[in-house]
């Protein structure tokens, strides 16, 4: 059974970092694609990366040059390393498994919450 | 900046059918896209409900479809149950790894 946990969450600084990890089960998280997406309190949904089988990553440009994706072949758990956090990030981090070529989040986590707040 | 839309809510009868879209801001959607669309109930994580514009995924009733609608990627509920009252997102695959999903679809059954 395919099965997504983050963790790492909590109340942060503005200016602050986090990372996010996501332990995932059921499969190998080093040949699929992985990615993040979260959902600020109220609103909507929001893609903010990706790392693809062969390693390459992608942002979006809300994040781009402040968060890292990346993950740890031998825990089987995925990364999101999120630096100079804003009140903005403040949000509900969702790791999703992404099927590539057919090009849709498949699995999904529980979520974890990161608040940036002084 | 590429804007992916959705009605911001619709309301439908038990037992009636409801159609969803989703747009570009500037462009048409077409299977190119891959649109997919999950459904999230409050306090839920998404749920995954069509892929590759018509695919449903497993274990989703049939009364849920995609299509292509005009210049937009489609979702229609047949047969609305009070179980389908939920927030609804599209997706759409921009390529070079980018997702972009819509602005959501709150649905109301009554």
């Known amino acids: 059974e395919v099965q997504l946990e983050e963790s790492g969450g909590g109340l942060i600084q503005p200016g602050g970092s986090l990372r996010l990890s996501c332990a995932a089960s059921g499969f190998t998280v080093s040949t699929n694609f992985m990615s993040w997406v979260r959902q600020a309190p109220g609103k909507g949904l929001e893609w903010v990366s990706i790392i693809y089988s062969g390693g390459s990553t992608y942002n979006a440009d809300s994040v781009k040059g402040r968060f890292t994706i990346s993950r740890d072949n031998s825990k089987n758990t995925l990364y999101l390393q999120m630096n100079s956090l804003r009140a903005e990030d403040t949000a509900l981090y969702y790791c999703?498994?992404?099927?590539?070529?057919?090009?849709?989040?498949?699995?999904w986590g529980q979520g974890t919450l990161v608040t940036v707040s002084s | 900046q590429t804007v992916v839309t959705q009605e911001p809510s619709f309301s439908v009868s038990p037992g009636g059918t409801v159609t969803l879209t989703c747009g570009l801001s500037s462009g048409s959607v077409s299977t190119s896209y891959y649109p997919s669309w999950y459904q999230q109930t409050p306090g839920q994580a998404p749920r995954t409900l069509i892929y590759?514009?018509?695919t449903r995924s497993s274990g989703v009733p049939d009364r849920f479809s995609g299509s292509i609608l005009g210049n937009t990627a489609a979702l229609t509920i047949t047969g609305a149950q009070a179980a389908d009252e939920s927030d609804y997102y599209c997706?759409?695959?921009?390529?070079?790894?980018?997702?972009?999903f819509g602005t959501g679809t709150k649905v109301t059954v009554l």
């Open positions: 590759s514009t018509n």
């Open positions: 999703a498994r992404y099927l590539h070529n057919y090009e849709y989040f498949d699995y």
């Open positions: 997706v759409l695959y921009m390529g070079s790894g980018i997702s972009v």
